[in-house]
Each structure stands twice: as structure tokens, then as C-alpha cells.
């Protein structure tokens, strides 16, 4: 029996990091990602548990070896356990790890049945440890549940990586001090750029806040070190000495980092976006759905090789511009 055939895009990059989202619902309402009074979709246009095992394994099939699911919030879906374990099966047998990017407001509740099934770190957004300010960007008093739910990953033995979206203004001045609270409870921690995804209630150019320039804050603080370490994702890592811990960089406008870019994403519906911040998309539902989904599906995901671009085009909108892309980060997949 001959292998399927490794996904390889037009530029010889090799795809082997699914980001599969499984709902675009989520508990937070954090004001950068979507309005107050955000519309989900129906729940019969998301993929079913089935579906969602099936496309994971036909991606497999063609050579990728790392999964992340997220949402929205995936620990809101009631049997995204059920998916949790059965990836959890492929570890060792084509894949290597079965990750999760989650708010943290579910996690004490799931951390122990994660780390039964196979997952070995997990990633929380969290943006501020200030309860009143939480509530704002969130729109929802649940800093404690989130703090609660990042020592139950760790006492069930995951590791933890932070994720706080850099806002001017907003939670600019206590970066330093997130960073070292991180690394002094023995996580990583990565900043993000703000992304221009989505209809939101106010204008991202008010909280928009270049890495750069906070890297060079930084830099005059401690000492950062370029670090060789590479997640599969985007982030430059560096180390820094006084805390001891490590920094990741994701900076989607102020340094492009598709060159070596390994990876796509899945919506809940099921349209595979080859590049996060570009317009192409493969309908992977309604091969899933075919007469022959296998068929169907091979062929979607080399129809997903030949148009990923190679490069994204993000720029932050001009105040009172539409952004870059109409669609949010919660129904692409985070």
C-alpha cells in the first residue's frame, strides 16, 4: 500500500501543526476578539465529534504530527473530551502531541482528564492578573476561575504556557511584572501583537502596541538572550536571565514570520484556512459529508497545499477602518 503523500505547500513548506477549532463559542467576551453581543453559529453548521476525528485523521494520514484544538473555547463543547482522548490514541501512531489553547475558566475541571489523555501542556490566555481590569477586557468577573484552573494544570502535571494579548494603555505597564509572575510559577509566557480579525465594539488602534518597542523595554530591564527554542508555532523565544524563564514573541505586524510557517487551521465549520490572515479557504465539510469523504478530503487538502500563500498581508486599519479581515479570531480558531 503506497503512503499518502506528505502535505507540502507550492513553497516546499512542509504542513505538519493542525489548529483545529471545535467551537467558535466561547464564556469571555474579551473586547479585542469579539463584541459584547456576539452572534454564534448554529450548532447544526459545526462539525460533528465524528467529523472532527475524521478530518484529524486525514490530516495525520498526510504527515502532521501536531494538534491544537481551540475555539473559541474548547472546553465550553460538551464532548470535546471524547475528541481529547481519541487523538490521545493517535499519540506514538503518526502523532507526536495533542495540545489546547484555552481561557482557563473550564481548565480545573478537565486538567486531570487532559493529562489521562495524553495531553502534555496546555496554553492559557490571560492578559492581566488585576481582577478589575480582567473584567474589562473580558467583559466578565472570572480572573479567579482562570488562576484556579492554571495551578489544576499544574498539579495534574501539565505545563503551562501564558498567552497575554499586548495592549496599549490597557495592561502595557504590568507586562513585566505578568512575565515575572510566569516565570516564578514555572511557566512560559508569550506576548501577542493585537490581530485585526473581526468586528469589534470599540477601534484596535487605541490599544495597538508594537513588540518591538516592548522588547526594547524589556531588553533595558534584564537580559534577554535569543533562545534556539521552537514550539511549531510562530513566536521567536528568548531567554531571559534574572527570571530565569523564557519569552516568546508572536508579531504578526511589526516582523513577518511566515517564511518557515508549518501549519493551518480548521474552523468549527470545518473551512481549512491555509494562512490565518489571508481569504483562501477549502470547504473540508462538505468533503466530509460527500459519498466518498476520503476521497473528497485528500483532495481538499491538496487543493489547500496549491493556494497557501507565503506570506500573510496583516496591517493594523487605519482608525475607523474596517479590519484586515472580516471574519473573527473565534470562528477561525484561535
Not at 67 to 79: H, K, M, N, Q
Not at 96 to 107: A, K
Request: glycine residues 10%.
Amino acid at each position: 500500500m503506497i503512503s499518502p503523500a506528505p502535505l507540502v505547500d507550492q513553497f516546499a513548506r512542509r504542513i505538519t501543526y493542525l489548529r483545529m477549532s471545535v467551537t467558535d463559542r466561547c464564556d469571555l467576551r474579551c473586547a479585542y476578539c469579539m463584541p459584547e453581543r456576539m452572534t454564534f453559529l448554529p450548532r447544526s453548521e459545526v462539525l460533528s465529534l465524528e467529523e472532527l476525528r475524521g478530518a484529524a485523521l486525514g490530516f495525520i494520514a498526510r504527515g502532521v504530527r501536531k494538534i491544537r484544538l481551540t475555539g473559541g473555547e474548547p472546553l465550553v463543547r460538551r464532548d470535546v473530551m471524547d475528541l481529547v482522548r481519541a487523538l490521545g490514541r493517535q499519540i506514538g501512531a503518526g502523532l507526536d502531541e495533542v495540545t489546547l489553547t484555552t481561557n482557563g475558566t473550564q481548565l480545573a475541571q478537565h486538567a486531570a482528564a487532559l493529562a489521562d489523555a495524553g495531553v502534555r501542556r496546555v496554553n492559557v490566555s490571560l492578559d492581566t492578573r488585576d481582577r478589575a481590569l480582567f473584567a474589562k477586557l473580558a467583559r466578565r468577573d472570572a480572573l479567579p476561575q482562570v488562576l484556579g484552573g492554571i495551578a489544576a494544570a499544574r498539579a495534574a502535571g501539565l505545563a503551562v504556557k501564558i498567552n497575554a494579548v499586548a495592549l496599549k494603555g490597557l495592561n502595557q505597564a504590568e507586562l513585566p511584572e505578568l512575565i515575572a509572575w510566569a516565570h516564578g510559577e514555572g511557566h512560559e509566557i508569550t506576548l501577542i501583537e493585537v490581530m485585526p480579525l473581526g468586528e469589534v465594539d470599540g477601534d484596535r488602534t487605541d490599544h495597538y502596541l508594537p513588540l518591538s518597542g516592548v522588547a526594547e523595554d524589556l531588553a533595558a530591564r534584564w537580559t534577554l538572550t535569543p533562545s534556539g527554542h521552537r514550539s511549531g508555532g510562530p513566536a521567536r523565544y528568548f531567554d531571559i536571565a534574572e527570571t530565569g524563564g523564557r519569552l516568546g514573541l508572536i508579531t504578526p505586524l511589526t516582523n513577518n514570520f511566515c517564511e518557515g510557517c508549518n501549519r493551518v487551521r480548521v474552523s468549527a465549520t470545518g473551512q481549512l484556512y491555509p494562512c490565518l490572515g489571508g481569504a483562501e479557504q477549502v470547504d473540508l465539510r462538505a468533503a466530509l459529508r460527500s459519498g466518498d469523504p476520503d476521497a473528497a478530503l485528500a483532495a481538499a487538502l491538496d487543493t489547500a497545499m496549491r493556494i497557501k500563500p507565503e506570506r500573510h498581508h496583516f496591517a493594523i486599519s487605519a482608525r475607523g477602518e474596517a479590519p484586515a479581515l472580516p471574519r473573527h479570531m473565534s470562528h477561525t480558531g484561535g
